[in-house]
């Protein structure tokens, strides 16, 4: 069950900050309706109230990246605080002298319980339908790595941009042999006539990120209804009767030799956590191979070519589709579009953690 979060400001003592250059990185700890240090699930979610490891979070240019290299983002349409993979960080935060956090100049914020033990999310914005949720402020607990715990570890999926060095540690092994009486060695069988056929090799990979899988690095929406105008990036996957959405991703050199498979995920609402989406008509979705990538600046009159015929979809929420298996293209950028037929239209917010929803690469 998703919440919201309200107030965030901080207050930072003479030594709060770490300074890394122009980024500073600090601890956040609420006070107000809510109280505590955030803490960071595996996934990026920052949380109050729970037992988790304290966030580490660096600001830099207006946005917050965690330690582990995630961008943080208001993400929509609920605008949860929280640090994803591959995210770019939403701007428009600045922490003032006195040590308080404003987005947009903005000091209010909001937290709103993830269930009845005191545990909170944090938004920027109150959420909808929620009656239980409180304004916060939000202060330095000090610098990253003193005082505090660890650090969140990162998600196995894909690698973070900083890890940690584990501390050495000497293991000793002790082996114990033991001798046996030989037994009398058996007369060879003779070889088979033929050799044992292999098993045929599977044609997709299952439809889900049970395995290495690539996020789409660019979302770009294309409307026939403005041809011309470029809407940039977007964490949304969006189709309607005059939007296509188009997915760039970035296919690793460690694929080479293998197999690749393009999937799209729409989970049933009762399993996401920090995602929703907006479905409504009739018809199916449509995903087609482009020749070459997408840009900021794409348009519907600009847009890369097709590179083949369009796989048609008919999705239903709690459905997995595979939509087509290739050669994996490693180290190339490669993009996919996603449009809709009849009055079909579906609007998500592209997102790994559970359940994952939206348009993924993964290897076979």
Known sequence: MRYALA?????????????????????????????????????????????????????????????????????????????????????????????????????????????????????????????????????SAGSCGSGGGEAPKPTPTPPPAETPCPPVTTITKTETTTSQIPKPTPPPSPPPTKPEPSPPASDTCPADLNGNYQYPHLIVPVDSSQPDKAYGTSYNGKVDSHTCSIFNFDIPYSYAGKKCTAIFLLPQKKDLETSDYTLSGTGQCTVTALKDYATEQTTWNNQPAKSGDAVSLSVAPGGAWSVATFDCPAGQRIAFEMCSTGDFALDYFQDYNPSPIGMYVRQC
């Open 7 to 139: 107030p965030l400001a901080f207050g930072l003592g003479a030594n709060a900050l770490v300074a890394r250059g122009n980024t500073q990185c600090f601890q956040l700890k609420a006070s107000g309706g809510a109280q505590g240090i955030l803490g960071q699930l595996g996934d990026g979610q920052n949380r109050v109230g729970d037992h988790l490891p304290n966030g580490c979070y660096c600001l830099s240019d207006g946005g917050f990246t965690d330690s582990n290299g995630r961008g943080c983002i208001l993400t929509p349409p609920t605008t949860q605080f929280q640090c994803d993979v591959g995210a770019s960080p939403t701007t428009g935060f600045a922490v003032g002298s006195d040590g308080s956090v404003t987005y947009k100049g903005d000091a209010t914020f909001y937290a709103c319980p993830v269930n009845d033990n005191g545990v909170y999310n944090v938004y920027s914005e109150p959420v909808a339908g929620q009656d239980k949720c409180v304004k916060i402020s939000l202060g």
